[in-house]
T-cell receptor, first 115, second 111 residues
Framework: AQSVTQPDIHITVSEGASLELRCNYSYGATPYLFWYVQSPGQGLQLLLKYFSGDTLVQGIKGFEAEFKRSQSSFNLRKPSVHWSDAAEYFCAVGAPGAGSYQLTFGKGTKLSVIP | DADVTQTPRNRITKTGKRIMLECSQTKGHDRMYWYRQDPGLGLQLIYYSFDVKDINKGEISDGYSVSRQAQAKFSLSLESAIPNQTALYFC??????????FGPGTRLLVL
């Protein structure tokens, strides 16, 4: 079974600073990988996903993530954070080709942005 | 209009009451899911359905039941609500088991 670890429960960054949110997964092969964002009082919105191919994936709102097989990681980055990026971010892993397809979510990283 | 809708958005109920949370989608997806979210625990899968004739338990199905009334509708029931079922509940849909699209959530409080 797959698992996901988001080591940072809460991160605070200044507006305009760069951001990196960490995600490590456990899975026997190359998984499907996702980042979702949840703004306060809202549902989950897909930021980006990786299935195969180029290991650097571009998403919405200026986010990108890099799949590193050797490190079992899929870290999310943004070069310059905006106050509207304050939210909770979830990394998720899926098992491609599995008959009972499910997503396993990390516990989330809450991002606070200070002026 | 939103692709995945959930009703109600907020619900307060008492211990022992039966309640139903509803989910509808206009995306035409075959697969639908119910999750619960608790602070600090991420999302946990309750039930999922690959089509109207296929219902599967997730990791935390005890105390819950579901009904897939049509391709577009997937309901979650709490037969006898208890306080530790207080949580935020999300419905999601997907096509071919890949990217899941989430509804806005239902906030449930069991007193």
């Amino acid at each position: 079974a797959q698992s996901v670890t988001q080591p940072d429960i809460h991160i605070t960054v200044s507006e305009g600073a760069s951001l990196e949110l960490r995600c490590n997964y456990s899975y026997g092969a190359t998984p499907y990988l996702f980042w979702y964002v949840q703004s306060p009082g809202q549902g989950l919105q897909l930021l980006l996903k990786y299935f195969s191919g180029d290991t650097l994936v571009q998403g919405i709102k200026g986010f990108e993530a890099e799949f590193k097989r050797s490190q079992s990681s899929f870290n999310l980055r943004k070069p310059s954070v905006h106050w509207s990026d304050a939210a909770e971010y979830f990394c998720a892993v899926g098992a491609p080709g599995a008959g009972s397809y499910q997503l396993t979510f990390g516990k989330g990283t809450k991002l606070s942005v200070i002026p | 209009d939103a692709d995945v809708t959930q009703t109600p958005r907020n619900r307060i109920t008492k211990t022992g009451k039966r309640i139903m949370l509803e989910c509808s989608q206009t995306k035409g997806h075959d697969r639908m899911y119910w999750y619960r979210q608790d602070p600090g625990l991420g999302l946990q899968l309750i039930y999922y359905s690959f089509d109207v004739k296929d219902i599967n338990k997730g990791e935390i199905s005890d105390g819950y039941s579901v009904s897939r009334q049509a391709q577009a509708k997937f309901s979650l029931s709490l037969e006898s609500a208890i306080p530790n079922q207080t949580a935020l509940y999300f419905c999601a849909t997907s096509e071919s088991g890949e990217t899941q699209y989430f509804g806005p959530g239902t906030r449930l409080l069991v007193l």
